[in-house]
């Protein structure tokens, strides 16, 4: 794997989107060396693997992300000191980070917008409500919404969920609501960030792409 040419590959096509490097897939030797080349922004989506990450690398000035789904009695330890979730779809979660910080998380909510009923996030048709009803946490900042669409070949399926996204941020912003600004969008995965990106993505989660072998 070479990581320093993986990456001068697919930044030049990112924009001023911020890459999010899901590193799901390595060790922390592959993060220090995602920070020595200037990826600092590094996305984790299990508790545990995140904990350990960071406990061996807190010497690095990394930006954490949390991409995966967070049950509430996972977040101990992990809402506590990550500096942004991308994944707030519960009440249940959001109770759980008002109790544990000490300032506000920067927060996504996650939106189910793959057209598949199983899986994670808010409904579209439930989300005005549910950004609204966060009002009441003051230990959460609505900064955008963040949705995967369905792992599919059907492009214009893609596109359409991520267009989907992007209308919904616009209706949330239109609500001026103080603790949702909701300027950002994050969305976009190894295989359909370019779709992503012609649809406004301004967070990017790539990893595969990263970290593949040489062909
Ligand atoms: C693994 C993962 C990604 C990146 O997926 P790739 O297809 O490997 O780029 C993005 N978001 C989440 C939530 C992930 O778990």
Redesign the pocket.
């Known amino acids: 794997m070479d990581l320093a040419k993986n990456l001068a590959r697919v930044r030049p096509l990112l924009g001023n989107a911020t890459l999010v490097a ?1 590193t ?2 390595v060790g922390t030797d592959e993060i220090a060396q995602l920070a020595a080349l200037g990826v600092l922004d590094i ?1 984790e ?1 299990k508790a545990d693997a995140y904990l350990e990450k960071r406990a061996a690398l807190q010497n690095l000035p990394i930006r954490w992300h949390f ?2 789904h967070l049950q509430s009695n996972k977040a101990k330890g992990v809402v506590e000191t990550i500096d942004v979730l ?2 707030l779809d519960s009440l249940k979660l959001a109770a759980e980070i008002q109790k544990r910080r000490a300032v506000p998380l920067a927060c996504f909510v996650e939106v189910n917008i793959s057209g598949e009923p199983a899986k994670n996030g808010v409904e579209p048709e439930a989300l005005a409500d549910f950004v609204r009803e966060l009002a009441k946490y003051d230990k959460i900042q609505v900064i955008g919404l963040m949705g ?1 669409a369905a792992d599919t070949p059907d492009e214009p399926r893609i596109e359409a969920s991520f267009r989907l996204l992007a209308r919904l941020r616009e209706q949330i912003q239109r609500e001026r609501l103080p603790h949702a600004p909701c300027e950002f969008l994050s969305m976009g ?3 359909d960030f370019k779709i992503a990106l012609r649809c406004g993505a301004t967070h990017v ?5 990263l970290f593949r072998n040489e062909a």
Do not use: F, T, W
């Open positions: 899901a799901k897939y996305g989506n991409i995966g991308h994944s995967m995965m190894s295989g989660r790539l990893g595969s792409i």
